[in-house]
């Protein structure tokens, strides 16, 4: 394990912590459903990065706390700022699941 691996480890353990404790936060993953069906944070949605700009039909208030994530951090930063420009205002990238630390649910569905 490197070095920068340890801290988002970290991140990503800490900001689930945070949205579980947090009244009406939604954990967002942003993969395919492929990736969200091989295993995903237990109490996540799917919706995928190239359906986010639907994502106001399914995130009805756009005030609720958001905490994304993906693969590796890249795709839940881009989602996180198309969010922002969809006018959600409670986003939090937490980078990617490969730092997770906790259990890994598998099966599911997208929403």
Not at 41 to 70: M, W
Request: net charge negative.
């Amino acid at each position: 394990m490197n070095f920068l691996h340890f801290f988002s480890r970290n991140k990503i353990d800490e900001s689930v912590k945070e949205a579980r404790e947090k009244t009406g936060s939604i954990l967002l993953d942003v993969r395919t459903p492929e990736e969200y069906r091989s295993g995903h944070i237990p109490g996540s949605r799917n919706i995928p990065l190239q359906d986010l700009e639907q994502a106001d039909t399914v995130l009805k208030d756009k005030d609720a706390p958001l905490y994304l994530y993906c693969q590796s951090g890249a795709r839940s930063s881009m989602a996180a700022a198309l969010l922002r420009s969809m006018g959600f205002t409670q986003v939090s990238d937490m980078g990617g699941i490969s730092g997770w630390h906790g259990e890994i649910e598998r099966g599911g569905k997208e929403s």
